[in-house]
């Protein structure tokens, strides 16, 4: 992430963070929950909520988990401070109506597309970015006018997919549990698109790599652009 008091121009510095099996999984079979954190993963996740201004989640995170997106107090030993906002991209409007993350207890965003026609309580404001899908080059930008300076984004994986494809972020954080997942359902890391040629490849540079309870944290940055050679004499 960008350091202190400097942003990317135009958006919020992007902290991407997941965690995953050894096998890349993200959840179980056909998406349901698995526990992959650690105890000490945990701490760290809630101590990047904390630090967020917002936390970002695709609807379907919301749909399958239904999390609350709020920092654990508890976990940091620390009393409770500022929320972050909640985020959630929803393009066509499928936020379940008693989703945690609508109890209006936090500030609340939906980000939704021109086509969705779906209201949201009061509490809830809603952010139009995007015909028919939610572009998140286009939301990004209208997020900093809102003064997020500092955005997590948590998943799912085609959020994740999304952000890293289009290089909207500035560090990748994934905590890889020693457990093996398998199988052909259960959501990878990236969803999306497929490469078919290494020049369709996402590059990464690694910046940390470090043991953490019983897995270990990697941290990623986007690779330079590679160099433009010059033309042969």
Known sequence: MAAPGEFPLHRPAVWVNCAASLDGRLALAGGRRARLSSPEDLVRVQNLRARSDAI?????????DDPSLRVH?????????????????????????????????????????????????????????????????ELFPMLYGL????????????????VLRARLF??????????????ATAPPVVAGRESHAAEEMT??????LERLGAGYVVTYVPSSPAPVQPPAP
């Open 56 to 64: 970002l989640v695709g609807v379907g995170t919301v749909i399958q």
């Open 73 to 137: 107090w508890e976990l940091l030993d620390e009393p409770p401070g500022r929320e972050p906002t909640r985020i959630v991209v929803d393009g066509s409007g499928r936020t379940p109506e008693k989703a945690r993350v609508l109890d209006g207890s936090t500030p609340t965003i939906v980000a939704t597309s021109e086509r969705s026609r779906r209201t949201y309580p009061g509490s809830v404001q809603t952010i139009v970015a995007g015909r028919t899908n939610v572009d998140l080059a």
């Open 147 to 162: 003064g997020i300076r500092r955005l997590m984004v948590e998943g799912g994986a085609q959020i994740l997919a999304s």
């Open 170 to 183: 500035d560090r990748f954080t994934i905590y890889y549990a020693p457990v093996i997942v398998g199988g």
């Open 203 to 208: 590059s990464l540079e690694l910046v940390a």
